[in-house]
Each structure stands twice: as structure tokens, then as C-alpha cells.
């Protein structure tokens, strides 16, 4: 598997040389490759989000660079990356148009990256395989594809972000505690389709989460950070034999702000 995502060296300060300076990144260095499905994990302040944010664009690094498939992003505006990423938010409320139709939200997805020439509107095939599509949520979706999406329920909407962040086929998916905000019925099925939008060999998937047996039970390698540091990356055998009592114990975690 080619190396997808790396970072080298990537440091982020906030309000350096004031008396409310904050190393929120400091020296990070990894590599994500093709195929990817890399768990994050750390306390409130850890620099998890604020790692997301920089390979998103949103923050400038102050030193370092991030490489995604092949090309130095460093110094890319958060627009011109998103082109090859997808993003999926805690708040169901962002992501979609919530005044829009779903199928309307899903062309506004689906064309993101593709021409559409002279054609207006959403075609009898756009909705022939948004229907296909949607059936996978198994969510009745597809039988509701003229409904406004602010009518949908949290888990609904999260499962509709989701899937039209990864319907643009992306190099990389960034999901930033993507089911924090629901019931754990809905948090189990969106993290059912986050399973299945992973399996795509070309995708490489890095998904944030305060809750320590979703980040061992879901992908191939997690992370643990710590004060802005990568202080565990585990992935194989060592990770199948990892315990949420051994991350406890091993790494000192506030369990006051993490989920068993």
C-alpha cells in the first residue's frame, strides 16, 4: 500500500508570545496509507480536533508539512483540499443544506468534483442511483429522497453526511466525533457505515472518538494523544490484545472525560 497522509514535523501554536500561548501540536510525525482506518484517541486538549483542522486546511501549521498522496498540501487554502477530502462533524446539523431536499443535498455532493456541463437540475439517473445508493443506509432514505433534511431525526442526518462526504469518493475521510451527539442506536449504525465507507481499498479513513472500545473495536490502528504528542500507535497484534483497563493504566487517561 503507497503512503496516503503524512505528516512531518507538524507543530501548531495558539497566540505564541502571548501570556496565553498554547502548544497545541508539537513535532507530529505519521503516516497513514491507502486503505487506512486509524482510531484517535486523548482527552479533552490533546490536539486531536486541532490535527484534523491543519490536514483540513483550517488551521495553518507553524512548522512542519502534510503530504497527501504525493502532493505538499501545507500550503493549500482549506477549498482547494477539500477537493480530495471528506469531512463528517459531531453536530448532525452541519454537513447538509438542512433546507434542501436530500436529493438535492446528494447532487450537491455527488458533482462536487465532476463536471456537469450544460444540464440543470437533478436527472432521472441522479435519482435512479441515489435510490440505489441510499437503500445501503437501510434507513428508508431512498423513499424519501424529495423530503427536507431538516425533518430527519440526528441519526439520519449523520448517516446522510456521512454518506455524501464519502459519495465524492475522496483520498481521505476526516470524522471528528461523528457520533457524539447521538443515541447509542444511532451511534451504532452510523459506526456500521463508517465500516462499510472504510472498506474501500483506496480510502484511508482517520476518525476521532472519546468512546476507547470504538476505537479498538472499528479499523486497523489507533492512536492515542497526549499534551499534543502521538504518544501510542498501535496496529496488528499488539492492538487485538489492547484492553480500554491497559490504555487506562498505561497512559494515565481522565476517564471523567472519556467513554468505556
Known amino acids: ?105 446528494l447532487a450537491i455532493a455527488y458533482y462536487k468534483n465532476k463536471a456537469r456541463g450544460l444540464s440543470p437540475g437533478i436527472t432521472a439517473k441522479d435519482r435512479k442511483l441515489f435510490r440505489e445508493k441510499l437503500s445501503v443506509l437501510e434507513m428508508g432514505l431512498e423513499d424519501k429522497m424529495t423530503q427536507k433534511v431538516k425533518l430527519l431525526s440526528g441519526g439520519q442526518r449523520q448517516a446522510l453526511t456521512l454518506f455524501m462526504a464519502a459519495i465524492t469518493e475522496p483520498k481521505l475521510l476526516l470524522l471528528d466525533e461523528h457520533t457524539a451527539a447521538l443515541d447509542p442506536a444511532a451511534a451504532s449504525k452510523v459506526l456500521a457505515l463508517t465500516d462499510k465507507c472504510a472498506e474501500d481499498p483506496k480510502l484511508c479513513t482517520l476518525m476521532i472518538t472519546h468512546n476507547m472500545k470504538d476505537a479498538l473495536r472499528h479499523g486497523n490502528r489507533t492512536i492515542l ?6 504518544v501510542m500507535d498501535i496496529s496488528g497484534e499488539k492492538r487485538r490484545q489492547m484492553t480500554v483497563e491497559n490504555l487506562i493504566e498505561k497512559f494515565s487517561i481522565d476517564t471523567d472525560r472519556m467513554l468505556l
Open 225 to 230: 494523544m497526549k499534551d499534543g504528542k502521538v
Open 1 to 105: 500500500m503507497k503512503n496516503l497522509l503524512e505528516l512531518k514535523g507538524v507543530t501548531k501554536i495558539f497566540g505564541e508570545g502571548t501570556v496565553n500561548e498554547k502548544v497545541a501540536l508539537e513535532d507530529i510525525n505519521l503516516t497513514l496509507a491507502e486503505g487506512d482506518f486509524v482510531t484517535v484517541i486523548g482527552n479533552n486538549g490533546a490536539g486531536k480536533s486541532t490535527m484534523l483542522n491543519c490536514i483540513a486546511g483550517v488551521h495553518n501549521v507553524d512548522k512542519g508539512s502534510i503530504v497527501l498522496d504525493g502532493r505538499d498540501v501545507t500550503k493549500l487554502p482549506e477549498h482547494k483540499r477539500a477537493r480530495w477530502m471528506g469531512r463528517v462533524f459531531q453536530d448532525p446539523l452541519k454537513g447538509t443544506a438542512f433546507d434542501m431536499t436530500i436529493e438535492e443535498n
